[in-house]
C-alpha cells in the first residue's frame, strides 16, 4: 500500500464517493483549506500552474490516471474534475 502526503492512502477505490473523496482530499492537501466538491472553483481558490501541477501528480498518484494540466482549469471543480477522472479511468474521453 502506498502513502501519499498526509497519510492519503493511494490504493485504488472504485465507486464515484470515495473517489470525490478522494478528489476533496487532494485539492484541500493542495490549497490548505476547506474545500466544497460543487461550489469552489480552482480560480476561486487561488490556484495557479504549481497547484494544477500538483493536482495532476496527485491524481495520477492516487487514481492511476494521467490528465492533461489543461483539464484542471476546464474541470475546475474537485466534482467535475473526479467526473473526468471517471471517464478517463472508464476508457471514453472525446
Known sequence: MS??????????SEG???DQQRMLDIWQNIFKTTVK???DFFD???GDSMAAAAIVHWVKVVFGVQIPMVEVFDQ???A???AYVDTV???STN
Open 3 to 12: 502513502e501519499c502526503f498526509d497519510g492519503m492512502d493511494a490504493t485504488r
Open 16 to 18: 464515484t464517493v470515495e
Open 37 to 39: 466538491s460543487d461550489s
Open 44 to 46: 476561486d481558490l487561488e
Open 76 to 78: 475546475s471543480t474537485p
Open 80 to 82: 467535475e474534475l473526479s
Open 89 to 91: 479511468r472508464s476508457g
